[in-house]
């Protein structure tokens, strides 16, 4: 059968058909694919780079500085823009791959995608072993790459041109699925990137991709309604899935229409605000008091969008033995978890068909009061925590507060890793739905800054405010220099507590003695603190070091009005936390020479009865 063909590298094809795919967004024709972030080596720079800088204008490159970092990037793009539309992250062969590893274990647990291309060994394997080539004496196919199996949603390796012809479309299908979203991974080989070969003019089409609804069964949605009908004390579970889907709104509106307290997860945070009618705080290990004992007494419980990880359930300890739970999940997986009565379906597809069937039924007024009642507690104590004092380092409570408090409506806040989710989960009350992002499917110390990257140019008319502590941003900060040299601000709240305060304060928890995690229990010849701005001012940013609350909230009020990256630094206070109420299941030792550790497993045996077994 005769048909037009064109003649291209693979390399050359590849990034024409990447310049080929559209979406909709609010309506608007957008590239699925807006740009991708790259750090070129001998594996890519001769092919893929040359096709790349062809098409410079179409599909942009933005150069980074470490691949985990530019990977962070494109993932905390992805987040910003609720998974409608994709960043590629493209490495060279050896290292440069094996440092986005990492990154794509934070876009598989969190359910979020990137397209990663990796430069790859020879195929013909004439000049093996190449440089950076890793070699496996008993399968010479294994090289680095294989690394990401573990990591990714989709996984392939071309090893002729023909094959991105069937590749890439899956690829797509993948990073597009609401039940399947995730990394995916291309690895090219260097001989293959440059075979020129006859592709043929139809596969370079442009496309509009439209993410897909998929709606509830009709016999699970019915049970449903049936067990939601029969609830005296009803819980909803609002995770980062009703955000993906846009079923915020119409899921606040089920709640205050159904009298149903609204609880959120980590990812879910920020579906509605502080405010909503409906709403009764975060649930959880880094949860609200509010939220959790509704937790305890609730008789069913609707979790939508959420894959109910520990943080989430009090290690399955948060729930009564007897309380029922309805999942609403696009992914299957996830909603038949601990013998949930699953409704496999789009968030807003299956909240709207959940509110035509339930008609007018409401949950008892006494239980809607109640959830009111302890929110109101709960917001008391936020007040408590926050209020400042004479003390002459704050707390980590008390700087949210005042960041919080000078952020405006429409300002992303973005933390991960440290202490800092559990204060700003707690603690940071969301002024405007989606403007919240705490990575914590992974708690990927350095995606705040790269995310902070990520997000300023997802949405450009929007300031991400990022919060960090010293041990994280010791960890990974030059995306600093990134946003300054690209033009995208962001301003950054470093707050340094002397190293790694929150873990010091899990060892101490269970029994043990602080060590390796505050600089001052380390091996170090003398502790000393690092001056955080005059480092973020050498990579270009404008920097100010506080020193007390009021300061502080004059330099967040400073930093609006900047027109590059800010840094704003504050010691705090590594030993008050805001307190919480769930328990947490980890290992504690079983014999130890220390009793308190000896106590400390005792306790973690006794809390291990309140867990529910899988049912």
């Keep these: ?26 309506g608007e024709k957008v590239p699925l694919f807006p740009g991708i972030f790259a750090i070129f080596g001998h594996g890519n720079v001769t092919c893929l780079s040359e096709a790349l800088e062809a098409v410079k204008d179409v599909l942009p490159t933005w150069r980074g500085q470490n691949e985990q970092s530019m990977a962070l990037a494109a993932i905390g793009f992805a987040k910003a823009k609720r998974r409608r539309q994709v960043m590629v992250a493209a490495t060279s062969i050896g290292p440069g791959a094996l440092n986005m590893v990492t990154a794509a274990g934070v876009a598989h647990s969190n359910r979020l995608p990137v397209l990663l291309l990796s430069g790859d060994t020879f195929v013909n394997r004439r000049p093996d072993p190449v440089m950076q080539q890793v070699e496996h004496f008993g399968d010479p196919t294994i ?33 597009l699925d609401p039940a399947d979203c995730g990394p995916a991974f291309i690895a090219l080989p ?16 442009p496309t509009v991709h439209a993410i897909p609804r998929p709606r509830p069964d009709r016999n699970q949605l019915a049970d449903a309604t049936r067990l939601l009908k029969g609830a005296k004390r009803p819980l909803i579970i609002s995770g980062g899935g009703v955000r993906y889907s846009g079923a915020e709104k119409a899921l606040g509106d089920f709640a205050e229409k159904h009298g ?48 109910l990880m520990d943080f989430t359930t009090g290690s399955w300890s948060a729930f009564s033995a007897d309380a029922k739970f309805v999942s609403i999940n696009a992914a299957r997986w996830d909603a038949t978890k601990h013998r949930a009565l699953a409704v496999v379906g789009d968030a807003l597809e299956t909240v709207s068909e959940l509110e035509a069937a339930l008609g007018d039924w409401k949950a008892e007024k006494t239980w809607t009061d109640k959830g009111k009642m302890e929110f109101a507690k709960w917001n008391t104590m936020l007040d408590g925590f926050q209020k400042p004092t004479n003390e002459p380092v704050p707390t980590y409570a008390q700087v949210v507060g005042v960041v919080n408090a000078k952020a405006g409506e429409r300002d992303l806040l973005i933390t991960a890793a440290g202490g800092l989710p559990g204060e700003v989960m707690k603690n940071w009350r969301v002024k405007e739905p989606n403007t919240f992002d705490c990575e914590f499917g992974f708690s990927c110390m ?3 800054i790269s995310a902070g990257w990520g997000a300023a140019m997802a949405d450009p008319s929007r300031t991400p405010i990022v919060m960090i502590g010293d041990g994280t941003y010791m960890m990974m900060n030059s995306d600093i220099y990134s946003t300054v040299l690209a033009g995208h601000k962001m301003i950054l709240v470093v707050c340094d507590n002397g190293g790694y305060a929150v873990i010091n304060r899990l060892q101490n928890a269970k029994g043990g003695a602080s060590f390796n995690n505050l600089i001052k229990d380390c091996r170090v010849k003398e502790p000393f603190a690092v001056d955080f701005a005059k480092h973020a001012e050498a990579m270009g940013a404008l920097t100010r070091r506080v020193e007390s609350l009021a300061d502080l909230g004059q330099a967040i009020e400073w930093a609006k009005t900047t027109d590059r990256t800010t840094v704003v630094t504050i010691v705090s206070d590594a030993f008050t936390w805001t307190p919480g109420d769930a328990w947490w299941d980890v290992g504690v030792p079983q014999v130890s020479d220390r009793a308190e550790v000896r106590e400390a497993h005792s306790v973690q045996a006794e809390g291990r009865k309140r867990q529910r077994i899988g049912v």
């Design 260 to 307: 149903i307290p609204l609880a959120e997860t980590i990812a879910g945070k920020g579906a509605v605000t502080h405010d909503h009618p409906a709403h009764v705080g975060p649930i959880g290990i880094v949860g609200s008091t509010s939220a959790n004992a509704l937790a305890a007494e609730a008789d069913v419980i609707i979790a939508v969008g959420t894959r």
């Design 190 to 205: 260097q001989d293959v990137q440059e075979i020129a070969w006859d592709y043929p003019e139809a596969f370079f089409e």
């Design 1 to 26: 059968m005769t048909r037009a063909t064109v003649r291209l590298t693979m390399a050359q094809a590849l990034v024409r058909y990447l310049c080929n795919q559209f979406t909709v967004v609010d």
């Design 446 to 448: 350095g995606y705040e």
């Design 143 to 175: 090289n680095v790459n294989d690394a990401f199996k573990a990591v990714t949603r989709y996984w392939d390796r071309i090893v002729h041109p023909e094959q991105i012809i069937s590749s890439l479309p899956q690829a797509v299908a993948v990073l």
